[in-house]
């Protein structure tokens, strides 16, 4: 019987490959076609009268009408808001939901959605077909997701792009914790603490990222 089973759990593996292979190629086609855009992050479970909610909203329109559009994880909260303020400001409105047993669902103010079953293919959509990264307050996903991308360009493993940590009342501690342990134990060094930058307002979010790309091509 554990011979059996050994033999059906690697069988799997195997043909779970062909599964990658095809969000990798769905998800390559469908985000190459979506012109510029920003990745924006933060919690599920933010409430629609919460102030990150609204700012998330806020954050999402003025990146539309600078010319970008906005990727999500496709899910409730501050994804919700932020696909809600794509699109009504006329923009793209991206969601990359992840299939968990939880069941996130879809919100509704997407239009362009793919789902994923592997997480790493969904993170690699993320950096790939993105020009900046706003991570607003969240949890474990979001800060997944703000360590990733600071460890891809520590590690010049992707071209440094902006990375905004939107809303410093919330981030303030993290930071100091950095600052103070990581920094100061010589686990990190100060250029490392310039990979991101801590802004406030949506105002200040998008122009970080107008600044960063004067000159330059989006």
């Known amino acids: 019987m554990a011979e059996k089973t050994e033999l059906s759990f690697t069988g799997e593996d195997t043909w779970r490959i062909f599964r990658i292979m095809a969000e990798f190629v769905e998800g390559f086609e ?25 700012l998330a909203e806020q954050t999402a329109s003025l990146l539309v009408r600078a010319g970008y559009g906005v990727v999500t994880g496709g899910g ?45 293919c969904r993170k690699v959509m993320f950096v790939k077909y993105a020009k900046a990264f706003v991570i ?8 997944d997701e703000l360590f990733e ?4 360009i520590q590690t010049k493993r992707i071209e440094s792009f902006p990375v905004i940590l939107l809303g ?9 914790w950095l600052q103070k342990i990581c920094l100061c134990r010589g686990y990190m060094s100060r250029k ?15 122009a970080t990222i107008e600044r960063f790309y004067k ?4």
């Not at 076609?33 to 909610?53: H, L, M, N, T």
């Not at 991308?149 to 891809?152: E, G």
């Open 30 to 54: 469908t985000l190459s076609k979506i012109g510029p855009a920003v990745s924006i992050f933060g919690s599920s479970r933010a409430k629609r009268g919460d102030r990150y909610y609204k």
């Open 76 to 120: 409730p909260g501050i994804m919700e808001a932020a696909n809600k303020g794509a699109k009504e400001a006329g923009g793209t409105s991206v969601g990359l939901n992840i299939i968990i047993p939880s069941q996130q669902k879809s919100n509704r103010f997407i239009t362009t959605l793919l789902e994923f079953r592997y997480f790493f």
């Open 136 to 143: 607003m307050p969240g949890g474990f996903g979001t800060m």
């Open 149 to 152: 991308a600071v460890t891809l």
């Open 168 to 176: 410093r009342e919330y981030w303030d501690g993290l930071l100091d």
């Open 192 to 206: 490392d603490m310039e990979i991101f930058t801590v802004v406030d307002t949506a105002e200040e979010a998008v």
């Open 215 to 218: 000159g330059k091509s989006k």
